[in-house]
């Protein structure tokens, strides 16, 4: 056991000095956005951040079980789920990307595109996000007849960002959400809500974000909370780590709007970016 306790410790230590050495990269610059090495997200949601051209960000997401399953869970890390993404530029203001959940087996893709730049305009940045979720789950009855359009969903956002002397940016993120299938006749195909969310840049490396989604219009099941996150970015080089806690489970737009539940408690989650 001491020396099990030793190893730890020595791995600790070899690792914080890993982090410290890494180069983070070029300053933040001056002006009126955080354009260098933020994340794309900010944690659930797009964020007013592209990749260059030719640029590819390769994504692992944790979203783990509920804080309050005690030590019996390890506080919810025995229960992990990951999303898994490869996003890429394909120019200045047009990314797209793919992805996949263990949560439901989802599939995801996006494009995200600029239509108005803050540093030209001097007023707001405008971007349009599209995105689609494919369903894997096997159907729930199979001896029926079943449609693969049912395992669709589709979102569509605005992303409203301006920033406040190079280190607070906030966001308004109106959309809307649509899914081919629904439980039963008491919901509707399509969900109308308001992402709000913002970053504050506490350091070169270290950045507070969060972010939420509110329900306007669209009677889903009765259950349904809003979904709530906040955490910690850290840029470390190519890398940046954001460490977070969340209620909601799902890591794609469809998921954390539609299966962010009351009573299934706070998640801790981590999320890995490199962009190369």
């Known amino acids: 056991m001491q020396r099990f306790k030793a190893f730890l410790l020595i791995s600790g230590f ?34 007013p951040v592209f ?19 005690g030590s ?17 530029g394909v120019n200045d203001r047009l990314m797209i990307g793919l992805g996949r959940s263990t949560f439901l087996k989802e599939y995801d893709g996006f494009l995200k595109y600029r239509l108005a730049d803050e540093k030209k305009n001097k007023a707001l940045s405008l971007d349009y996000a599209a ?43 109106p959309g809307l959400l649509h899914r081919n299938l629904v439980a039963g006749p008491d919901e509707n195909n399509d969900l109308a809500y308001l992402g709000t969310g913002g970053r504050l840049r506490l350091s070169q490396r270290l950045t507070l974000v969060a972010d939420a989604q509110w329900k306007l219009a669209g009677n889903i ?32 737009e469809r998921a954390h709007l539609l299966d962010t539940r009351y009573g299934q408690g706070w998640r801790f989650g981590f999320n890995l970016s490199r962009v190369f």
């Open 221 to 252: 099941r009765g259950d349904y909370t809003n979904p709530i996150t906040a955490g910690l970015d850290i840029r470390t080089g190519g890398h940046v780590f954001q460490l977070h806690v969340s209620n909601a489970p799902g890591m794609n």
């Open 14 to 47: 070899a690792s914080a000095s890993a982090l410290s050495g890494q180069d983070p990269g070029p300053a933040w610059e001056d002006g009126p956005e955080f354009r260098t090495r933020v994340a794309t997200r900010l944690i659930n949601t797009h964020a």
């Open 72 to 88: 019996s869970s390890f506080f919810g890390l025995d229960q992990a789920r990951m999303r898994i993404s490869l996003d890429y």
């Open 131 to 173: 995105g689609i979720y494919l369903s894997g789950l096997r159907w729930a009855d199979p001896t029926r007849k079943n449609f693969f359009s049912s395992r669709l969903a589709y979102a569509h956002q605005l992303l409203l960002s301006r920033s406040f002397a190079n280190r607070f940016q906030l966001q308004l993120t």
């Open 51 to 69: 990749l260059g051209k030719g640029e590819f960000d390769f994504r692992i997401l944790h979203r783990f079980g509920p804080l309050d399953g």
